[in-house]
Each structure stands twice: as C-alpha cells, then as structure tokens.
C-alpha cells in the first residue's frame, strides 16, 4: 500500500513562496492521480490542484491559478505544490491525497476515494 506524507510547512510572509512535497513510499504513483487539498480554520478541505502522474493532466482552483503550481518527480516519487504570493488567506492545513482510476477535476472535487496523507500546516502572516 502506497503511503504520502507532506514535508515544506511552516512560516510562510504575505507576498513570499512556500514548496510543499508529497514522498511516496511503500510503491510507486504510476496509477495516480495525486492531488493537494487545504483545510483553514473553521472551513471544509477544498481540492487546490491535482495532476495525472502518467500524462500530466493538470486541475487548478480557478482563484488559486497563477500563484500556485503543481508538479512531479518520478523519480523521486514526490509531488510538489509551489506556492507564490501568498497571503493569509492561504493558511491551513495542507493535505496531499491519492486516487486511483480517476480523473484531476474527480479527484480534486468529486466523489474520488482520496488516499490521504497527515497533511502540513501553513501560516501565512508578517
């Protein structure tokens, strides 16, 4: 069984970038499609961009395109969420998740059945 776990949270500064990783272990991401989600206080887990990782199909929440990219290393077996120009509005908790027979828009909005791993926590503030 394929786990995720997230890496690259902490401070982040309004107008500054963080990178998030996703580490795949115990097997590979070829079936996947791999995603990140947020959750902020007080609000229901939004899907923030995922990717097909065999094909590179991209989803991206419409308000969230331009600042954020998402992207792969398969060698690596890490998922990547660079994230520019924050702001405030952009703490949460952070999630990466994987689905499997699925689609980028399914995973990131749908009714996919997500792998999850134990997320990182962002704060953005100055």
């Known amino acids: 069984q394929v786990q995720l776990g997230e890496a690259g949270g902490g401070l982040g500064h309004p107008g500054g970038s963080l990178r998030l990783s996703c580490v795949a272990s115990?097997?590979?991401?070829?079936?996947?499609?791999v995603g990140w989600f947020r959750q902020a206080p007080g609000k229901q887990r939004e899907g923030v961009s995922c990717?097909?990782?065999?094909?590179?199909?991209?989803y991206y929440e419409n308000s969230l395109k331009g600042r954020f990219t998402i992207a792969r290393d398969n060698a690596k077996k890490t998922a990547y969420l660079q994230m520019n120009g924050l702001t405030p509005n952009d703490t949460a908790d952070y999630y990466c998740?994987?689905?499997?027979?699925?689609?980028?828009?399914?995973?990131?909005?749908?009714?996919?059945?997500?792998?999850w791993g134990q997320g990182t926590r962002v704060t953005v503030s100055s």
């Open positions: 998740a994987g689905g499997r027979l699925t689609t980028t828009q399914e995973l990131c909005t749908g009714n996919a059945t997500r792998y």
């Open positions: 115990g097997g590979t991401l070829d079936w996947a499609v």
């Open positions: 990717l097909q990782w065999n094909g590179g199909n991209t």
